[in-house]
């Protein structure tokens, strides 16, 4: 199978069920960033350490995050073509719930609002959750021209969250000082 097709040479794209769509439509523009999105990911599964966060952990974010593609990549009327495993990611909000608290206990209380840096892992998370905030964005622009499935919007809320926690907790269990925003007189 050829990597090229030559169908998006006229600037169109074809979305799950074969309707073609401009590349600047709002469903290709939100799922181009949750592939940079799970791109920063893969970055982030290089430099994250135990206890934080473990590959495992990662790696099924980087399976949700496909599956959320899938779902923007198929028209509303057409999510029947998804199936059970291609239309819920695996991560229940719950679960996610419980690990940010879990992180957020590895960190001492905020003070002050937080600059991404510290350590390599914490910086690549901030990089994620900025990533992932702007997917965000994406979905809702989407969600105001078309109807949802709303665990999209949900997921990424939650796991932008996430990241900020699990940013924290590798400058915190690395030994590493928060970088704190103090205002400049």
Known sequence: MKLYTRTGDDGSSGLFGGERVSKSHLRLVAYGTLDELNSVMGLL???????????????????????????????????ELLGARMSTPTWALADMEADIDRLTALAPPMTAFVLPGGTSASAHAHLARTVCRRAEREVVALTHEEPLNPAVLAYLNRLSDWLFALARAENATAGVPDIQWVPKD
């Not at 974010?61 to 028209?75: C, S, W, Y």
């Open 45 to 79: 599964l290089l430099h994250a350490t135990a206890p934080c966060a473990t590959q495992e952990t990662l790696q099924r974010i980087q399976h949700d995050l496909f599956v959320l593609g899938a779902i923007l990549a198929t028209p509303a009327n057409r999510q």
